[in-house]
């Protein structure tokens, strides 16, 4: 599995505002992503609460994603 990747597309500001982040804290745009969703789907008994969880659904709302 390691060795097999999908494409996605993603909005080429969004792209360009995550690596200003980046500085320092991961070495790609798909380092960041490969984690966060690594911790999405994580199911180690840490999941977020409802108001986490409507928190992260607002700003998905906000960004126009759902």
């Given at each position: 599995?390691?060795d097999d990747y ?47 969880e409507e928190l ?8 126009g994603y759902i």
């Amino acid at each position: 599995m390691a060795d097999d990747y999908r494409t996605v597309r993603l909005p080429e500001e969004l792209c360009e505002e995550a690596e200003k982040w980046l500085n320092g804290h991961f070495e790609s745009l798909e380092a960041l992503i490969s984690f966060l969703l690594q911790e999405v789907v994580k199911d180690d008994g840490s999941k977020l609460d409802r108001q986490e969880e409507e928190l992260v659904q607002q700003r998905l709302r906000d960004l126009g994603y759902i």
